[in-house]
């Protein structure tokens, strides 16, 4: 599908700018993290954040010491649409620093984009290998937390639409290349419609 | 009914005599690089570890008179956009309480309503309506997909 590919193509921009050594505000623009993230199917997705927190922590005790082979999975949220950025952070802390500032106002930019009124998100933080998997799980839970609260003041998202995962390092982008920033991002994904609107502007559950 | 709407209307004439006419908000992300620029080094010396949000504002609250120049009117232009566009975006369907029906034919304050004031010429829209509308960013953030 349309969104899928664009989605790709999304996600290759920021490969790019990556190899190129770009600074993060060369990462896509508000307008494209927009278009990433429409166009969600209709099926409600049945995974919410505290089963993902589940299976992460489940994850490592069922495979403790190294990463298993074969990586945590959520298939349920590979067909979504979504995106990723890289947000950088103070070492071993939630503090994001200002040179990330415009991605985090780019990403709040795109979801009051009026395309995406009443989806709610997932805010899915991931971190390298470095450090404990455990407290890696942690530290990027902490890091989700700190986007969605800034998404929320000063950029006004509601917090009802907004919610935060820490992926740890349990799904790295290069297996090959652990410690690689590469595996540090974060990722937005649009799990469906959360809220429609009355005659007044009222927001309600969707039906 | 009508006190709503002439309260709606004073305080579009107060903003609208605080504001320079016709200014634009600034996108968020445009806001919030701004802000970064200014206040970089202001920002290490007195905000370090402080993360993006409330805390911040009361950082820079706290240590007004000890910021640059600079870091301070940047600061003053970058909330007011924020806050001036984040009301845009909640006000819009009272803004345009007496446009929508005659434009788009509904009340409804969803995303079909934004569609259609999206295909609207400024032109056809009262002032008051183009002028929150333009607040709002939609127009640019469509124009950047």
């Known amino acids: 599908m349309k969104p899928h590919l664009i989605s790709v193509v999304a996600a290759a921009f920021v490969i790019w700018a990556v190899a190129t050594g770009a600074p993060a505000q060369q990462q896509i623009n508000s307008g494209q993290m927009a278009t990433s993230l429409a166009g969600v199917s209709n099926t409600k997705l049945s995974l919410t954040g505290a089963e993902m927190r589940q299976a ?4 490592i005790r069922n495979y403790p010491g190294a990463l298993p082979p074969h990586a945590l999975a959520f298939p349920q949220l590979e067909n979504l649409a979504q995106f990723v950025v890289e947000v950088d952070f103070d ?15 780019a990403i709040a930019d795109a979801l009051h ?11 899915i933080g991931h971190t390298d290998s470095v450090g404990g998997r455990q407290y890696n799980v942690g530290l ?4 989700a937390d700190a986007i969605r609260d800034a998404l929320i003041d000063p950029f006004n998202v509601n917090p009802a639409v907004l919610e935060a995962v820490g992926m740890g390092e349990e799904q790295l982008r290069d297996p090959k290349h652990p410690t690689s920033g590469v595996n540090r991002r974060v990722q937005l994904v649009n799990v469906g419609k959360k809220f429609c609107f009355g005659r007044s502007g009222e927001q309600f559950v969707c039906p | 009914m009508n006190r709503e709407i002439s309260l709606v209307c004073a305080l579009w004439l107060v903003l609208a005599a605080v504001l320079p006419v016709n200014a634009q908000t600034m996108s968020y992300a445009d806001a919030i690089s701004q802000l970064a620029a200014a206040c ?11 993360p993006l949000g409330p805390r911040l504002k009361t950082c820079f609250d706290t240590n007004e008179a000890r910021m640059s120049p600079q870091c301070q009117q940047t600061r003053a ?30 009340s409804y304050a969803d995303a079909h309503l934004v569609e259609c004031l999206l295909s609207v010429s400024p032109a056809a829209m009262s002032p008051q309506c183009n002028q929150t509308f333009t607040d709002t960013g939609w127009r640019t953030e469509r124009a950047r997909q």
């Open chain 1, 91 to 105: 070492f071993n802390s939630a503090v994001i620093r200002p040179s990330s500032y415009r991605t985090i106002g």
């Open chain 2, 77 to 106: 232009a970058v909330y007011t956009s924020i806050s001036r566009r984040a009301a845009a975006q909640r006000n819009i369907a009272d803004a345009c309480g007496a446009d929508i029906p005659r434009l788009c034919g509904t």
């Open chain 1, 140 to 143: 990027s839970q902490r890091r």
């Open chain 1, 56 to 59: 992460v922590l489940d994850n």
């Open chain 2, 40 to 50: 970089r080094n202001d920002i290490a010396r007195y905000c370090k570890g402080v």
């Open chain 1, 113 to 123: 984009n009026p395309i995406l009124l009443g989806y709610g998100f997932l805010v």
